[in-house]
């Protein structure tokens, strides 16, 4: 491997570690200040529209930070801040415009957004709505930095810079825990705000470190030139548009879910915890079996080898599966460690953590399915086919909805509920793993229009394969578990959980070895 490339991805690894290792801590901080309370409930509400645009946005991989990389690295340093400066000014007028809007609307958005909620949340979600929304122009710039940055080989600050939210949440927690018990007598900084105050401080802080760097690196060019570099300017939205709307219809799903979770107390916050502990992982996984692929798809496609394509999509299935079953099997198995460990603490009580238990079983059932379709939809936008994916995300929009209603009782107002299968929040996330399945077949069925044939009898044989091996591991370790004490310390409960995954982890390395569905080396010449 080349020399730049490894340094990148070290770069990359680290970072991304990083920020991930700062939002767990972030997470264990929450948990304990605030639990599954009212408080946490209404911020993640608030943070719905806040948090969809620097997600979409202004996040890594987002559309504008994809669009920048591929205008922007072709030009030099000069040129390049010139369109960079005329995109951001624009962009964040646009964004400050739909800011005032929110703010001047919170109590009716979040009405929109959470009907069901009591009216004290709807006060304090709107409440924090309106703090969080000077997050929404910050989030155009940050979105462009990130792009102007690893049009530079720039990648560690990009993959470090969420680290900083996460940061300032643990520093603002941390302060409200020392002044209250000091002042005893007085509440303040204990209050309703104290998340949306930390996560808009953070972006601030994210905002000002971005800036710093782009102006080191010669890219922050102010001056009279929005006559400059036209073509650019407009290359930079054309590509913007369409992508942040692709993008968008995943994130609806998350609206729609939370729109339904409002029927229920504290289904915001499970929601929150259990989608955490398995996107951390997740997302590090993604990014290293995924990532990696698509530029060699893009080559494939425009060398126009359909053959090499297709090989090369197999085995990228074949160890998305075999990682991603592995992942069910060690969360479905290890839950009640995992949460007991991570987040019952403080606030968080026995009650918090059986809701959240049951929440991790059923995103750990999604998780192949989400892999797979992640897999798929990249496989087509990187061989420049977007027109089915986009379908396919919208059917899954309209399903979602059908499976969210139907899952929790299809109720019907002044009616009561139709159906007799009322799951309750984990019908919510059910509802999402049945809409994944559905659109990972169509997806995955629809490659044969673009000359791509899988074989899905092998395939499939192999899946059931990889489960049966998951399947007998977890029964094997939770036998175990069951004959076991349970330790009294968080650090009886880390080692018992440190054996019992390496165990988890040799069982199914073995078994799947022994069915032949297994083909990763520990020793590979490349990678």
């Known amino acids: 491997m080349h020399s730049f490339l490894k340094n990148n991805v070290f770069s990359i690894s680290i970072g991304t570690s990083l920020s991930k290792l700062a939002g767990c801590i972030r997470q264990i ?61 624009k962009l964040s007028i646009i964004l400050f415009i739909l800011a005032i809007l929110i703010y001047l609307n919170s109590s009716f958005l979040i009405e929109l957004l959470a009907p069901n909620l009591s009216s004290e949340a709807k006060s304090i979600a709107s409440y924090q709505l309106q703090i969080l929304t000077p997050c929404i122009p910050l989030s155009g710039f940050i979105g462009l930095s990130f792009g102007a940055l690893n049009s530079q080989r720039k990648f560690f600050l990009s993959s470090i810079s969420p680290a900083i939210t996460s940061v300032t949440t643990i520093f603002f927690i941390l302060f409200s825990w020392i ?96 989608n955490f502990l398995i996107q951390a992982p997740l997302g590090i996984l993604s990014n290293s079996l995924i990532l990696p692929l698509l530029p060699k798809f893009s080559k494939l496609r425009s ?76 496989t087509y936008y990187s061989i420049e086919k977007t027109n089915f994916p986009f379908k396919s995300s919208f059917a899954g929009i309209i399903l979602n909805i059908f499976f969210d209603w139907f899952l929790i009782g299809a109720p019907i107002k002044n009616f009561g509920n139709l159906s007799p299968y ?13 809409v994944n399945f559905i659109v990972s077949i169509l997806l995955s069925f629809n490659l044969r229009n673009e000359n791509i044939h899988l074989p899905n009898l092998d395939l499939l044989r192999k899946i059931s394969l990889m489960s049966l091996a998951a399947f007998i591991d977890s029964t094997f370790c939770l036998t175990i ?36 569905v297994n083909r990763f080396k520990v020793y590979e010449k490349e990678i």
């Open 481 to 516: 578990l069951k004959t076991t004490n349970n330790p009294n310390s968080n650090l009886g409960e880390f080692l018992l959980l440190i054996f019992g995954s390496l165990t988890f982890f040799v069982i199914y390395f073995f078994l799947t070895k022994c069915l032949k």
């Open 179 to 274: 002044f209250n018990h000091e002042n005893t007598s007085s509440r303040f900084f204990a209050y309703t705000g104290l998340l949306a105050f930390a996560t808009l401080t953070g972006t601030l802080i994210q905002f000002v470190v971005q800036i710093s760097e782009l102006n080191k690196t010669g890219f922050l060019r102010l001056g009279p030139t929005f006559n400059l570099f036209k073509d650019e300017e407009r290359r930079i939205f054309k590509l913007i548009i369409p992508a942040s709307i692709s993008s968008g219809l995943s994130q609806i799903n998350v609206f729609i879910d939370m729109f339904f979770a409002s029927s229920f107390k504290g289904a915001a916050s499970g929601l929150a915890y259990g």
């Open 303 to 378: 060398d126009k080898d359909d053959r090499g394509l297709q090989k090369k999509l197999i085995s990228g299935i074949e160890y998305c599966f075999l990682t991603a079953i592995f992942l069910t099997g060690f969360f479905i198995t290890f839950n009640n460690q995992i949460v007991q460990l991570i987040f019952q603490r403080g606030s968080f009580d026995y009650s918090a953590a059986l809701k959240v238990k049951n929440i991790l079983i059923a995103y750990a059932v999604g998780i192949p399915f989400y892999l797979y379709r992640d897999l798929l939809v990249r």
């Open 422 to 434: 009322n799951f309750g929040v984990v019908g919510i996330i059910l509802s999402s793993v049945i």
């Open 29 to 89: 901080f929450i948990a304990a200040a605030f639990g599954v309370g009212i408080t946490y409930d209404a911020f993640n509400y608030a943070y719905i529209i806040p948090g969809f645009l620097l997600i979409i946005i202004g996040g890594i991989n987002g559309p504008l930070h994809n669009a920048v990389v591929a205008v922007l690295t072709p030009l030099n340093k000069k040129n390049g801040g010139i369109v960079l400066t005329q995109v951001s000014i």
